[in-house]
């Protein structure tokens, strides 16, 4: 999908990230990521926020639903942002400084 294989990624809440809220102009009490990949803008949220999402983001952030990306990689077996660097053709991400650990470690044992 994407021509350059570096992207820029958030995982957040709205509360916790003003870039979040800056990128898309949403604000969700639940972590949602936020993807910059050739210039376009994505955010993934939960069926939950998807309706909210699509009325209050901003006009250029395409919305989708999680499984939107996990429905490419049925059986992978990866974790979820492994399976969105595979679905948006990334191989290195860059992350905001308090970007969690935990999501930090699975991509960085994917060699992402």
């Known amino acids: 999908m994407a ?3 570096t992207g820029r990624l958030i995982a ?7 870039d979040l809220v800056y990128g898309t102009g ?3 009490p639940d972590e949602f990521f936020y993807v910059e990949v050739d210039h376009k803008k994505y955010a993934l949220v939960s069926v939950l ?3 909210r999402a699509k009325e209050e983001m901003k006009p250029d952030v395409n919305v ?3 499984t939107d990306v996990r429905s490419r990689f049925p059986k992978s ?3 979820f942002l ?4 595979h679905y ?8 905001p400084q308090r970007f969690p650990l935990m999501y930090a470690e699975q991509l960085r044992g994917h060699g992402i």
Do not use: H, Q, R
């Open 26 to 28: 949403f604000f969700a």
């Open 88 to 95: 948006f053709g990334i191989e290195k991400w860059i992350v």
């Open 77 to 79: 077996g990866n974790p």
């Open 49 to 51: 926020e998807l309706a």
């Open 64 to 66: 989708m639903e999680w």
């Open 12 to 18: 957040s809440t709205s509360a916790e990230s003003a």
């Open 3 to 5: 021509n350059n294989t």
């Open 82 to 85: 492994v399976d969105v660097s």
